[in-house]
């Protein structure tokens, strides 16, 4: 889970992201949650007074974070879209990709899934699921044969914001390196989709030799706990997205990690407000730097303190979309965009696909996105979309999955 706000900048490919306090959005973020998936029990109930005096700094603070165009880089090198005459193994009988998804039971979106793998040899790739303890994927509750009995058997209950999260996605990495083929590992929402065909992600993800991971310093979170010292040095403090897709490298690093994981558990924890705080969140050190989400945090600081950082590509291949809307009355503000069925268009698969760039203002770093050393385009998956988006979806798929992103306009 993160925090981004984005918009696609007119007509040039970009999106620009603004980074802030993920206290701001809690209250939001868990009202929606709690009404659209009953799987999280999130207690938000602390959060609603805060939400509100936060909300109202964040109207002001954000005009100043808006900062300059991404798209002022004069940045001229082409896109590259075809992957032809590189020196990459394409022989997808010797690697896999592992496509890990966390969800809490069902996989709502199972239909784009299920047409995604289609097309797939069942030797180019597995599939493992984290659902909640005891709940089985069958016949009976997807329609996708590639999530069929792929949850995993040692699965936790997951909190939202806790380090159950980051449990869980060890708990899925150390599963999917059982399979010595799986070569890059992805994590997954249940609300994420494939904005390409396989073919155009094996290339892509595969044309690489590093992993793409969201990270950044950002010089206003107050997340870091300074009892995390020795084994988390505060220079070491990264930020950004869950979603990331991994080297076999780097999946092996973090499945083994068993130092900075405990220290994460010992003090990365989000605050529990009682319903009578009366404080005021801006002013108060302890509440600041005890909430802490452990799962915008943990692989990105992982991979700073084991010098890694030079293996990574900064930037998630999974776009999210993040929006101040005013029509959503109550629920102040700020929420990632869900996609529904009125906003499941082809047109909409194309904008995200067509964004070259992502803007950290927070870094005054614009990343252009590359892969392999070539310019690409930046994302690979979208989310959040409904169940309902994904039934639109499902017959238009062939408008943009096997697409050239630099024809969509
Ligand atoms: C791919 O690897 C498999 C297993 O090692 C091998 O049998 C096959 O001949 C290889 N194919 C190509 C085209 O190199
Ligand atoms: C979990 O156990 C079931 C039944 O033994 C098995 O079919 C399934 O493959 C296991 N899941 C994984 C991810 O190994
Ligand atoms: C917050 O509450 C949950 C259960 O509601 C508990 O497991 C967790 O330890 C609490 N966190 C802190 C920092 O007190
Ligand atoms: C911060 O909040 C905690 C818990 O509500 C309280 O004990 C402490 O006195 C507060 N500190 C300041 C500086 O307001
Ligand atoms: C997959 O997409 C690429 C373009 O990204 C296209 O060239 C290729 O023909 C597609 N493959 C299939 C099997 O549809």
């Not at 929606?32 to 799987?39: D, E, H, I, L």
């Not at 792929?150 to 869980?168: D, F, K, P, Y």
């Not at 206003?220 to 997205?241: A, C, F, H, T």
Request: a neutral charge; one cysteine or more; aromatic letters at 12%.
């Amino acid at each position: 889970m993160f925090r981004i706000v984005s918009k696609f900048a007119s007509g040039g490919g970009s999106t620009e992201i603004t980074w802030t306090r993920r206290t701001v959005f809690l209250q939001a973020d868990m009202k929606r949650k709690a009404t659209a998936s009953p799987r999280w029990r999130w207690k938000f109930g602390g959060f609603l007074l805060m939400g509100t005096l936060l909300t109202l700094f964040m109207l002001v603070h954000l005009q100043t974070l808006f900062g300059p165009d991404a798209s002022d880089g004069a940045n001229t090198v082409p896109v590259v879209t075809s992957f032809e005459g590189q020196q990459f193994s394409l022989n997808r009988t010797k690697s896999k990709l592992a496509f890990m998804f966390l969800t809490g039971h069902n996989m709502a979106l199972d239909i784009l899934w299920n047409q995604f793998f289609e097309e797939v040899e069942e030797h180019e790739y597995s599939v493992y699921i984290h659902a909640r303890p005891g709940y089985s994927f069958s016949k009976g509750n997807t329609i996708c044969r590639s999530f069929i009995n792929r949850q995993l058997n040692n699965s936790i209950l997951v909190e939202w914001g806790e380090a159950t999260m980051i449990r869980a996605e060890r708990l899925l990495l150390t599963e999917a390196l059982q399979d010595p083929l799986n070569q890059r590992f992805f994590l997954l929402s249940d609300s994420c989709i494939p904005l390409y065909n396989f073919t155009h992600i094996y290339n892509y993800v595969m044309s690489s030799q590093k992993s793409f991971v969201d990270s950044f310093v950002d010089k206003n979170d107050d997340q870091y706990n300074i009892l995390m010292e020795p084994v988390i040095s505060e220079d070491k403090w990264r930020k950004g997205s869950q979603w990331v897709a991994l080297t076999r490298k780097h999946a092996e690093v973090i499945a083994g990690d068993s130092t900075v994981f405990p220290s994460f558990v010992d003090h990365c924890k989000k605050i529990n407000l009682s319903d009578n705080w009366k404080g005021d969140p801006m002013n108060n050190e302890t509440i600041g730097r005890h909430n802490c989400i452990p799962d915008e945090h943990y692989i990105q600081t992982l991979l700073a303190i084991k010098g890694l950082e030079g293996e990574i590509e900064r930037r998630t291949l999974t776009f999210s979309r993040w929006e101040n809307s005013a029509k959503d009355q109550g629920q102040n503000g700020w929420h990632p965009v869900t996609f529904k069925f009125a906003d499941a268009t082809v047109q909409t698969i194309k904008e995200i696909q067509a964004i070259t760039n992502v803007r950290y203002e927070i870094e005054s770093r614009t990343e252009w996105c590359s892969a392999g050393g070539h310019r690409r385009h930046c994302f690979l998956f979208a989310r959040k979309f409904t169940r309902a988006a994904a039934f639109r979806l499902i017959d238009q798929v062939d408008q943009y999955k096997s697409s050239d992103p630099d024809l969509a306009e």
